[in-house]
């Protein structure tokens, strides 16, 4: 059978509003996008994940879509977009549009059309209940919303609550009404038609409810998440739509384990072609939010049981940073590297070796490839993002004496970090716009911006084209065993990728100090040619003699190849 192209891509996500502003307002826009198309070709991607740009009041930067089918007002028109889409076809570049289906806004016409009379026919387009308790006005359940306080939301005009497990301005669509299965799949037949190539399914592991919506357990997620009829719409879906385009779709999978990703993408099932899983950036985090120390063996083991579980039965996807997720660099790498320049970039350089030699399909969020950084916050108010300044409210409202502790928390996890405009050059606004940017810019765009790294032969920029190159068309990578190598070790993450005719060993050393190496010589094989094809440190001194035993610098990475 021929691969699916999918599992040969490598995949660039583009927040649209934080990316490149066209016509100077201080908002990154499609004609941005547009402008970008040769950068996005030289740096050697070959799809974009574009988050959300249709219509939006902006109350979740647009994962809150009032009309499905048009294209927000500030990014642009559907003329812009279907330019882009051409100009990225014309270079190579597959896009995959964001499918936000679990929720609407709440000014989509659907959910006007709901509020009005519990008869009208768009009610069940959403889940409404009577509320609990003598005046009806407590929730009808104990589901607790992701942004924080109760999943439900009172509306007086006919005195019902409304389910919403995010914003109160993103209502729940009712997947159990086949009219609502319908309307997704004209959206997604709408934009396979357009030109899209794929989806990346937002939350789309909630959108089945248990009947009735019943009190569950840790604030209901058992009665969300993983719904008894996700299996069944998924293939609807795929059936009905899907299996007709040359698509691909990646599935935003919360709570997932590898059994269940086995079942969203595994071979024959029509549902889901890959997930996104979330284990392993939440191995320094409580509660997805309250920050804990990075330890390497977490995230080893996080990333081999991933690797080894889902091998011949599922796939997976390799990300490092989107969206929602803070920086890298910031996140994982323990030492304070911000002020060192050339430690940044090994650590930067080492996490992505790290993480793209395993099998699945790998995704570089926007300012990944240059190493961009957390941003420093000195206020509650530098805070936009609707996920933090919920809490802030609830810190305000039930524990005050926690602010400074929440301000150093959110320092680390706020999603305010991922969306800080791209950092193009070290000219005014980082050249993200000629205007006010919508949100600050981290300044250290004068060292760290995309025209520095295309002129540094060691950037990290141009050390993620070497990966790209490496990986394609790569068939070790793409469908070798993963073996684990260095199980026991507290500084090392090194593993092999094994094929009929090469072996991959990767070898990164994830701390700030010299570390031995030994290579098991068992496994090298009489008479093998070693080579080594990738490192972030420039004129290694490589001798095959010597393979078996060196010191690795700090945060050093090196990938041989090992041929028979």
Same mark, same amino acid.
């Given at each position: 059978?021929?691969?699916?192209?999918? +599992?040969?891509?490598?995949?660039?996500?583009?927040?649209?509003?934080?990316?490149?502003?066209?016509?100077?307002?201080?908002?990154?826009?499609?004609?941005?996008?547009?402008?970008?198309?040769?950068?996005?070709?030289?740096?050697?991607?070959?799809?974009?994940?574009?988050?959300?740009?249709?219509?939006?009041?902006?109350?979740?930067?647009?994962?809150?879509?009032?009309?499905?089918?048009?294209?927000?007002?500030?990014?642009?028109?559907?003329?812009?977009?279907?330019?882009?889409?051409?100009?990225?076809?014309?270079?190579?570049?597959?896009?995959?549009?964001?499918?936000?289906?679990?929720?609407?806004?709440?000014?989509?016409?659907?959910?006007v059309e709901s509020k009005k009379s519990t008869d009208n026919p768009y009610r069940d387009y959403y889940f409404w209940k009577k509320g609990r308790g003598k005046d009806g006005k407590k929730p009808p359940n104990n589901w607790i919303s992701r942004f924080g306080g109760s999943a439900w939301t009172y509306d007086e005009n006919t005195d019902e609550f409304y389910l919403h497990?995010?914003?109160?301005?993103?209502?729940?669509?009712?997947?159990?009404?086949? +009219?609502?299965?319908?309307?997704? +799949?004209?959206?997604?037949?709408?934009?396979?038609?357009?030109?899209?190539?794929?989806?990346?399914?937002?939350?789309?592991?909630?959108?089945?409810?248990?009947?009735?919506?019943?009190?569950?357990?840790?604030?209901?997620?058992?009665?969300?998440?993983?719904?008894?009829?996700?299996?069944?719409?998924?293939?609807?879906?795929?059936?009905?739509?899907?299996?007709?385009?040359?698509?691909?779709?990646?599935?935003?999978?919360?709570?997932?384990?590898?059994?269940?990703?086995?079942?969203?993408?595994?071979?024959?099932?029509?549902?889901?072609?890959?997930?996104?899983?979330?284990?392993?950036?939440?191995?320094?985090?409580?509660?997805?939010?309250?920050?804990?120390?990075?330890?390497?063996?977490?995230?080893?083991?996080?990333?081999?049981?991933?690797?080894?579980?889902?091998?011949?039965?599922?796939?997976?996807?390799?990300?490092?940073?989107?969206?929602?997720?803070?920086?890298?660099?910031?996140?994982?790498?323990?030492?304070?590297?911000?002020?060192?320049?050339?430690?940044?970039?090994?650590?930067?350089?080492?996490?992505?070796?790290?993480?793209?030699?395993?099998?699945?399909?790998?995704?570089?969020?926007?300012?990944?490839?240059?190493?961009?950084?957390?941003?420093?916050?000195?206020?509650?108010?530098?805070?936009?993002?609707?996920?933090?300044?919920?809490?802030?409210?609830?810190?305000?409202?039930?524990?005050?004496?926690?602010?400074?502790?929440?301000?150093?928390?959110?320092?680390?996890?706020?999603?305010?970090?991922?969306?800080?405009?791209?950092?193009?050059?070290?000219?005014?606004?980082?050249?993200?716009?000629?205007?006010?940017?919508?949100?600050?810019?981290?300044?250290?765009?004068?060292?760290?911006?995309?025209?520095?790294?295309?002129?540094?032969?060691?950037?990290?920029?141009?050390?993620?084209?070497?990966?790209?190159?490496?990986?394609?068309?790569?068939?070790?990578?793409?469908?070798?065993?993963?073996?684990?190598?260095?199980?026991?070790?507290?500084?090392?993450?090194?593993?092999?990728?094994?094929?009929?005719?090469?072996?991959?060993?990767?070898?990164?050393?994830?701390?700030?100090?010299?570390?031995?190496?030994?290579?098991?010589?068992?496994?090298?094989?009489?008479?093998?040619?070693?080579?080594?094809?990738?490192?972030? *440190?420039?004129?290694?001194? *490589?001798?095959?003699?010597? *393979?078996?035993?060196?010191?690795?610098?700090?945060?050093?990475?090196?990938? *041989?190849?090992?041929?028979?």
């Amino acid at each position: 059978m021929k691969t699916k192209w999918f +599992k040969d891509a490598f995949i660039y996500q583009i927040y649209p509003r934080s990316f490149c502003d066209g016509n100077g307002d201080g908002i990154g826009d499609i004609r941005g996008i547009i402008s970008k198309l040769d950068y996005l070709k030289d740096l050697g991607i070959n799809a974009v994940w574009l988050s959300p740009c249709y219509k939006s009041p902006n109350d979740d930067n647009g994962y809150d879509i009032s009309d499905y089918r048009d294209i927000m007002e500030e990014f642009g028109t559907l003329d812009d977009w279907k330019e882009m889409v051409k100009g990225m076809h014309d270079r190579g570049i597959k896009l995959i549009m964001d499918l936000v289906v679990n929720h609407t806004s709440d000014e989509h016409a659907w959910f006007v059309e709901s509020k009005k009379s519990t008869d009208n026919p768009y009610r069940d387009y959403y889940f409404w209940k009577k509320g609990r308790g003598k005046d009806g006005k407590k929730p009808p359940n104990n589901w607790i919303s992701r942004f924080g306080g109760s999943a439900w939301t009172y509306d007086e005009n006919t005195d019902e609550f409304y389910l919403h497990l995010f914003s109160k301005k993103q209502p729940d669509l009712n997947w159990d009404n086949p +009219k609502v299965r319908e309307e997704v +799949k004209g959206i997604v037949k709408y934009w396979l038609d357009l030109g899209a190539d794929g989806f990346r399914c937002d939350v789309i592991t909630y959108i089945s409810k248990v009947e009735g919506l019943p009190d569950g357990k840790l604030g209901g997620d058992n009665m969300f998440t993983h719904g008894p009829n996700i299996h069944k719409y998924l293939q609807e879906l795929y059936t009905d739509v899907l299996s007709k385009y040359d698509c691909m779709t990646v599935g935003e999978a919360a709570g997932v384990t590898t059994d269940q990703a086995k079942l969203y993408t595994g071979n024959g099932r029509g549902e889901l072609d890959t997930v996104f899983q979330f284990e392993h950036v939440e191995v320094n985090t409580f509660a997805q939010i309250v920050p804990r120390k990075v330890k390497l063996n977490r995230i080893k083991e996080v990333l081999s049981k991933w690797q080894t579980e889902l091998f011949g039965n599922g796939w997976n996807s390799l990300y490092l940073e989107n969206h929602d997720q803070p920086r890298c660099v910031s996140r994982y790498i323990n030492d304070n590297v911000d002020g060192d320049d050339f430690l940044r970039k090994q650590s930067a350089k080492m996490l992505m070796t790290m993480m793209y030699f395993q099998q699945g399909t790998p995704y570089v969020y926007q300012g990944q490839e240059i190493g961009m950084t957390n941003i420093e916050f000195h206020s509650e108010e530098e805070h936009v993002d609707v996920l933090s300044k919920t809490v802030f409210r609830l810190v305000k409202k039930y524990a005050p004496f926690l602010k400074g502790y929440a301000m150093r928390a959110l320092a680390i996890r706020s999603r305010d970090n991922a969306r800080t405009p791209m950092q193009w050059n070290a000219e005014k606004n980082a050249g993200f716009s000629d205007g006010l940017p919508w949100y600050r810019v981290n300044p250290n765009y004068t060292t760290i911006n995309t025209e520095e790294a295309l002129k540094d032969p060691d950037s990290v920029l141009n050390f993620l084209k070497k990966i790209i190159e490496i990986r394609k068309g790569n068939e070790t990578i793409r469908d070798g065993r993963y073996i684990d190598i260095q199980k026991d070790s507290k500084d090392l993450f090194a593993y092999r990728r094994e094929a009929e005719v090469e072996t991959l060993e990767i070898i990164c050393n994830y701390k700030n100090k010299e570390v031995n190496y030994r290579a098991d010589a068992k496994l090298i094989g009489k008479g093998a040619k070693i080579e080594l094809i990738l490192s972030n *440190y420039q004129n290694i001194a *490589y001798d095959q003699a010597e *393979y078996r035993d060196f010191i690795l610098k700090p945060y050093e990475c090196r990938v *041989y190849s090992i041929k028979k």
